[in-house]
């Protein structure tokens, strides 16, 4: 399994971090954990950024699972629903357009229950989904453009960490 942890530091101390898991699936580049405990500074932003636009990925997707207290932030971001059982077996990055006006409406029970008729498993180790599954295009296939707040963030292979 191949897995980094991304880091984002200022001053010298870690603020937020994140792991990748880079061999998931062919097409997503999948964010298990994300954490920044100060919300609102523009750690989290800063890192998500930087995985969505850095060249050192080949993955056209980020996919990843939002909380309830997180799920304003990533939709916010333009990450959308998806079905999580895809990532495993041919990811499909379809969304649905019922779901995601719940979700930017942050009527989660609503929106679980939309899950629930589309049939869609939003998490795949647990029988209650307490998570959304988002997914979002990652625009740096091919792009030599770097974020102004990449140089807060370094890379470090997960079994190094």
């Not at 994140?18 to 298990?32: G, H, M, N, Q, V």
């Not at 500074?41 to 056209?60: D, I």
């Not at 499909?92 to 409406?105: C, I």
């Not at 988002?134 to 974020?147: D, E, N, P, V």
């Amino acid at each position: 399994m191949a897995e980094e942890l991304i880091t984002c530091v200022d001053q010298g101390v870690v603020q937020a971090f994140c792991f990748l898991k880079t061999d998931t699936s062919e097409r997503a580049l999948c964010i298990p954990l994300i954490c920044a405990p100060q919300a609102g500074r523009g750690y989290g932003k800063a890192m998500l950024s930087f995985v969505l636009t850095s060249e050192r990925y080949g993955h056209e997707y980020c996919a990843l699972r939002a909380t309830h207290g997180s799920l304003q932030f990533y939709m916010k971001m333009g990450f959308q629903p998806f079905n999580h059982a895809t990532l495993y077996n041919g990811f499909v990055p379809r969304t649905d357009n019922a779901l995601r006006e719940l979700l930017h409406a942050d009527d989660l029970v609503a929106g679980e229950r939309r899950v629930s008729e589309l049939g869609w498993k939003m998490h795949m180790n647990s029988e209650r989904d307490e998570e959304f599954a988002l997914t979002k295009a990652r625009s740096a296939i091919g792009s030599t453009s770097m974020h102004r707040s990449s140089k807060r963030l370094r890379s470090i292979p997960a079994d190094n960490a």
